[in-house]
């Protein structure tokens, strides 16, 4: 492995531990999401200019859909949780212990005792929210930059030595990262596939059924179906919970049609995740806590990139194999 090369991968190493120490997951994310998107809109080499614009039109209509989505669940979380809490608490009590909440007012009471004791209620509001709005027009700017031109060497020409450390260094840092944007697009390429199949059945199945807030849901389980495993689990959770808002059959049916929808996700996993990521699921599963605990939520979606990219990296280093001597033959 030259210098250069150790270098590179120094540099990347050095680059993880900031964004998660230092909370850049958001940045990093907009960066990998919007360059995905600039790359999907040129698929048939149209102009930059063009990519570029829709990218601004995607961005545009998801802060819609994300206004709309919110102001629908403002709305719809009131009312899911004074008919939900009540009968949690029922059954609770039948099976012989007692919730520390009774009603949606002390629920708030015991999460804003939580928020405020964590995050301090004005620093959450305020000064989070503008630094994550900062850190995603940081991203988008950054990933419109680099898609017009990756060079890191712009001077190259210049330069007395044509095989300077810094040139070489830049060109193995680049290698670094087009890996590293590879392994977001196979595993966040795979999990958009499997969220829009899961949220079309589930859309259809609520809508069918007459679930209540059937439009509300459906965005949810889009949006959880792009964290691997455990977003499958938030979204049947919130879903169950909203059927037994009207009885037990429908809680009881949405279980049974989340069962049946996911054991054929099996199949679609092994096809599409399976042949894309191939890694266990005890490890992906690792991944995700160790991300969460490190970055939040933007770290359980980074968290299968890394482990992709570290993998497909360390797969690419060749290593000598250490051949052991033949064992003596038995003393008569």
């Known amino acids: ?33 919007s360059f995905f998107l600039l790359n999907l809109y040129q698929w048939n080499r149209r102009s930059k200019n063009f990519a570029v614009a829709m990218l601004l039109l995607t961005v545009s209509a998801i802060c819609g859909g994300l206004f709309l989505f919110t102001t629908r669940a403002v709305v719809a979380a009131p009312e899911i949780a004074d008919r939900l809490i009540p009968r949690l608490a029922e059954t609770a009590l039948k099976l ?28 959450l509001v305020g000064t989070n929210l503008l630094r994550q709005l900062a850190f995603l027009i940081i991203g988008m700017v950054v990933a419109i930059s680099l898609f017009h031109n990756a060079a890191i ?54 809508f069918l059924t007459d679930f209540p807030y059937w439009q509300l849901l459906v965005a949810v389980t889009f949006l959880c179906g792009l964290l ?48 894309r990521i191939q890694n266990p699921m005890w490890m992906t599963l690792l991944s995700l806590i160790v991300g969460e605990r490190l970055m939040g939520v933007p770290g359980m979606i980074l968290a299968p990139v890394i482990l992709h990219y570290v993998k497909s990296e360390t797969s690419r280093v060749a290593v000598d194999a250490q051949v052991e001597p033949p064992a003596a033959p038995p003393v008569a």
Not at 7 to 16: A, C, E, K, V
Not at 103 to 116: C, F, M, P, Q, Y
Not at 237 to 262: E, M, N, R, Y
């Open 96 to 123: 012989g212990f007692e919730l520390p909440f009774s009603d949606r007012n002390s629920l708030l009471t015991i999460l804003k005792g939580e928020v405020a004791e964590r995050f301090g209620l004005v620093g």
């Open 153 to 206: 060497v712009i001077d190259r020409d210049k330069h007395t030595l044509r095989n300077n450390l810094y040139s070489l260094t830049a060109d193995e840092i680049a290698k670094r990262f087009e890996l590293f944007y590879k392994s977001f697009h196979t595993v966040m390429g795979a999990q958009i596939v499997i969220s829009t199949i899961n949220t079309i059945f589930t859309g259809c199945f609520l």
């Open 228 to 275: 691997p495993i455990l977003g499958n689990v938030l979204s049947n959770t919130v879903i169950v919970s909203v059927g037994l808002t009207v009885d037990l059959q429908h809680a009881l049916g949405a279980l049974a049609f989340l069962v049946v929808i996911h054991k054929l996700e099996y199949f679609l996993n092994s096809k599409i995740i399976g042949n």
């Open 1 to 33: 492995m030259t210098q250069p090369t150790r270098i590179s991968f120094g540099f990347m190493f050095l680059l993880l531990v900031l964004v998660a120490a230092m909370g850049l997951a958001t940045p990093l994310l907009t960066v990998l999401f």
